[in-house]
């Protein structure tokens, strides 16, 4: 027996639910099932990789639910989920409704308690750490194949109730897209831009290294601690170092002629999620600026790659981090600004490289 789940829209990313039983669970009534509700999640960024409403109907959601009896959240010691096991939850197109299998049960004792816990997009190996409360997870080193990880953070020790109980879902990771621009030293003339422009700068790669290094600088994998009620605390137990780096195919036609007007660089498809962490890292911008001279026929061609140190950023969970490159013709410049996912607020640092 499938249980359907009524669909509707809020403000929110948010999971409804009751719950409880198991074959050796108290006695329960059939009244009271267990059931889920997703609702819209809070405006976002139209990144591919952004877990919008539509991607979850796709992939799903899971859930890790326990049944505590009489036992408080905090003092409970088992460490397996008893009730439900990364439980998947879909979505029914043709019934526009969401649904999920085995069906459980509230307990008929109104005082035993019941903690869940969910996360998405549904990943089948997902498992429940037995020492951490929390599922691991690996970063994509490819960006085109990372996905906006979300959590709930969890409803202890609920009781029977013919309420509703909801989670508010929200990124677990932090993003960071790029932009770019040009300038020119006061007083240059512009060749760049305009219809009688003979320059053009073009972007062929950007990097995102460990400072001083070719090596990497960001988290691999780590801990997502579902049980956390704040996304500051959220991970443990990262581990790694791995490096991004972003070519043509990463970038938006705009790298191909740069403007003096600061653009989107990346493709929806490649922005970076990465486990939050607070560092400092290199940029490393390899551009090739083109000039059209008859005089030696044709055009002068000059390949720059510049490395800038970015100071200092504490990426947290939950928000999104741009990084402005800016180029000269002897240096790149980063503007690093950072926004919630839903408001927006920033802080420009200016970081001058070496000339090339």
């Known amino acids: 027996m499938k249980k359907l789940i009524y669909f509707a829209v809020l403000s929110a990313l948010v999971l409804s639910s009751c719950a409880k ?34 991607n979850l109907k796709t992939s799903g959601f899971g859930v890790f639910a326990f049944y ?11 460490s397996t989920p008893n009730f439900m ?23 008929n ?8 816990f969910a996360y998405a ?43 509703a109980l909801t989670f508010q879902f929200q990124h677990a990771l932090a993003r960071i897209g790029l932009n770019v621009s040009y300038s020119l030293p006061e007083g240059d003339t512009d060749q760049i831009d305009g219809e009688s422009a003979k320059t053009t700068i073009a972007v062929s790669q950007v990097v995102l290294q460990k400072s001083g290094s070719t090596d990497g600088i960001f988290y691999t994998g780590g801990n997502l601690l579902v049980t956390a009620a ?7 137990s990262q581990t790694g170092a791995q490096k991004f780096t972003l070519t043509s195919t990463n970038f938006e036609s ?19 999620m990465i486990i939050p962490q607070k560092t400092t890292f290199d940029v490393c911008i390899t551009y090739t600026v083109t000039t059209t001279d008859t005089a030696i026929g044709g055009s002068s061609v000059i390949t720059n790659t510049i490395t800038t140190n970015v ?45 090339s």
């Open 21 to 54: 039983k198991e074959a050796e669970s108290p006695a329960f009534d059939d009244n009271n099932a267990v059931s889920f509700g997703l609702y819209s999640q809070r405006p976002q960024t139209k990144a591919a990789t952004d877990m919008t409403l539509d």
């Open 68 to 78: 505590t009896a009489q036992t408080a959240w905090a003092s409970y010691s088992a």
């Open 85 to 107: 096991n990364n439980q998947k939850v879909t979505y029914n197109a043709t019934g526009s409704k969401w649904e999920y299998d085995p069906v459980k049960y509230w307990s």
């Open 109 to 116: 004792n109104s005082n035993d308690k019941f903690s869940f």
């Open 121 to 163: 997009p549904y990943a089948e190996a997902k498992t429940w750490s037995t020492t951490g409360k929390s599922i691991a997870f690996t970063v994509n080193g490819d960006v085109t194949a990372q996905e906006d990880l979300l959590y709930a953070p969890g409803l202890v020790d609920k009781t029977r109730t013919k309420e």
């Open 230 to 236: 704040a996304a500051s605390s959220a991970w443990g």
């Open 254 to 272: 705009v790298y191909s002629k740069v403007t003096k007007t600061s653009t989107k660089l990346n493709k929806d498809n490649s922005y970076i």
């Open 311 to 355: 100071p200092e950023i504490d990426f947290e969970a939950n928000k999104a981090y741009t990084l402005n490159l800016i180029i000269g013709m002897n240096e790149v410049k980063v503007a690093a600004t950072v926004a919630d996912w839903t408001s927006v607020t920033a802080t420009d640092v200016d970081v001058p490289a070496s000339a």
